[in-house]
């Protein structure tokens, strides 16, 4: 938006501001953030069950090419595995990658976990609710 | 022009006591005699008394850039891209002060304030006074709805020093110790950082003859003789400026009845009073 544009749409806000009374505010509501959209913890816990079940595939693939290039290249060079102990020491994982497989979950993971942290976090708490899904499941019967 | 910008409002969960008038004068009053730089501002409500009370009614009838604004989500807006919309808010009087008239969207910005966490709901004025107030007026007047609603509690929050005018009677007497319950509860409620203090409570349309006025200001002395102030004189000269667009402050000794001299006089030292503490706090 160009300073005009902005100073434009200002002044029609200020404008418009005139025009409002109180008999034609909508009702006030009550937001609960909980209530807005499906629970991410809750469907990942859902999502768990279905892996189990057979009813989804517990892998993740992508198609581009320029990123298969790279990892082939990586991959010839022996700078595949060390590219992915990088990763596992970033996040604190105690463990050494042996494959592309190993070199791209933690590649996956130190992205999400660079840009919102909490969502691994919240993975976690949904295996633990499926989980504790499952015992109650078995107690119930 | 002081380093900190003083803060009072008029507030009463009641109309019709000379909630406006008072503030009017108090604002010339300390125009005049204090040589303060002085904005009213009016949020009680969209007749616009204080407009009128100072010859502005036509001026105001159409505003440019209404005061609702600013409780609104678009107000950041608005401000970051006009540069003068301040300026086009404020009209100036002939007796010193400067005054922002109410508007039409004071009633529907209440509701929507309705709509917004109780966190964020409070500061909006305090806001525009410290970032739009403060560095052009020593003094800002408000000018209170008479009734607790989210722009009443608003200019509590911004202004925290609470003027009281009442007038003589039976149920005013009530109205005055509703009105400490009524601040105490503000000031507990911790959905907000409001804290208003009742700093001057002052009997207005006193009429010297009658035991009823003589009565009323001598039991405010009593009770609160803290924050008492000078009872304002019933004066016809009152109405007939106001319906003239003027304040007592405007008129020449010799044009004042003797009961205007006196209602003059006590808003003088109402206003001193009212300074006063003010710079004590």
């Given at each position: ?141 | ?19 406006t008038t008072?503030?009017a004068h108090?604002?010339v ?20 008394d204080?407009?009128t009370h100072f010859g ?37 009087t002939d007796e ?136 304002v004189?019933q004066s016809a000269n009152i109405a007939n400026e106001q319906a003239d667009g003027r304040t007592l402050f405007a008129l020449e000794?010799?044009d004042l009845y003797?009961t205007g001299e006196?209602a003059r006089?006590?808003y ?14």
């Open positions: 938006m160009t300073d005009d544009d902005g100073e434009a749409k200002a002044e029609e806000l200020l404008k418009g501001q005139q025009n409002k009374s109180r008999h034609e505010t909508p009702a006030a509501v009550e937001s609960d953030d909980a209530d807005d959209g499906p629970d991410l913890t809750e469907k990942i816990a859902d999502a768990y069950g279905e892996i189990e079940d057979g009813d989804r595939p517990e892998n993740i693939t992508l198609r581009d090419k320029h990123l298969a290039a790279l990892f082939a290249g990586l991959d010839a060079t022996d700078e595949m595995l060390e590219l992915g102990e990088q990763a596992a020491d970033e996040l604190e994982r105690d463990e050494t990658p042996k494959t592309r497989a190993d070199v791209c979950r933690l590649l996956l993971r130190y992205a999400i976990d660079d840009l919102e942290s909490d969502v691994l976090e919240r993975g976690a708490d949904g295996f633990k609710r499926h989980k504790q899904q499952e015992i109650e499941d078995v107690d119930s019967i | 022009m002081v380093d900190t910008i003083q803060r009072a409002c008029a507030y009463v969960p009641k109309g019709g006591v000379g909630k008072s503030t108090i604002a009053a300390a125009s005049q005699d204090r040589d303060l730089d002085v904005l009213l501002i009016d949020l009680a409500g969209t007749q616009n204080l407009a502005l009614g036509d001026e105001v009838d159409d505003l440019d850039a209404p005061i609702s604004a600013i409780f609104g989500e678009n107000w950041g807006f608005i401000r970051e891209n006009i540069d003068d919309v301040f300026d086009r808010m404020v009209f100036p010193g002060p400067d005054l922002i008239p109410a508007d039409d969207g004071l009633g529907a910005e209440d509701n929507n304030l309705a709509n917004v966490p109780r966190e964020d709901r409070y500061d909006r004025l305090e806001s525009f006074i410290e970032d739009e107030v403060a560095p052009r007026y020593d003094l800002v007047l408000l000018d209170l709805p008479g009734k607790e609603d989210n722009i009443t509690i608003n200019g509590l929050f911004a202004a925290e020093n609470v003027v009281a005018p009442l007038k003589p009677g039976a149920f005013e007497r009530e109205q005055l110790e509703n009105l400490q319950a009524e601040l105490e509860a503000i000031r507990n409620d911790e959905d907000h950082d409001a804290r208003p203090r009742l700093q001057l409570v002052f009997a207005t349309m006193v009429e010297k003859t009658t035991n009823l006025s003589a009565e009323f200001t001598d039991s405010l002395e009593a009770e609160y003789p803290d924050i008492a102030g000078s009872p004189a000794d010799d003797t006196r006089e006590a003088r030292s109402i206003t001193d009073d009212l300074l006063d503490r003010l710079e004590d706090r």
